[in-house]
């Protein structure tokens, strides 16, 4: 199955399975780049949320026109935070922010739930390193990619340059089919 990018600077199509890496500045406007990548061509998607809460996540959504009616979210955050959580039709959570299994379970109960093209948005890398460690988040992220594989889904990983040593990147770069590079200045170039 192909599905259309939709990333400025990269192939119009890419085959299902594949996962992407976002490598941006700390500051980067990320928001344009993932939205676009969600809203194209797509049945279902989820957004997994380390950093804003679920609310936040659907105003993005709703700011840059995106399909809420095709959106999952999984928000890792709220707890954290200390507010509250209630479940709905396409909410969901995970116990606390380092619970990088129920991440990951989520992910496979999402993509054997819905049917046709779907995408994935784990937004982001950084964080779930944050409150985890970065080789467990590695491996959710290598777990992650292979239910992409199975599923013939796609999906996009955000990954601060800022915050992780440049060999850390350099090993997560290897872990995906491509590269989107992100600049401060709002350039974009993708490597697949």
Sequence with gaps: ???TLAIENGPETIPGGTGLLLVHPSIGETDRIDTDFLK????AFLVVSTRTTAREVEQKLEYYDVDESKATILDTISVERGYSRRSGDDVYYVASPDDLDGVVDSIERF??????????SVDSLTEMAYYADEEATY????????????????GL???SREVHEEERIDRFRELFDGVVDLQADGSVSVEI
């Design 157 to 159: 990983f955000h990954l």
């Design 111 to 120: 993509l054997t739930a819905h049917d046709g093209k779907r995408r994935v």
């Design 40 to 43: 194209a061509d797509t049945d």
């Design 139 to 154: 491996e959710a992220a290598a777990a992650i990619l292979e239910l992409l594989a199975e599923h013939d889904a796609v």
């Design 1 to 3: 199955m192909e599905y």
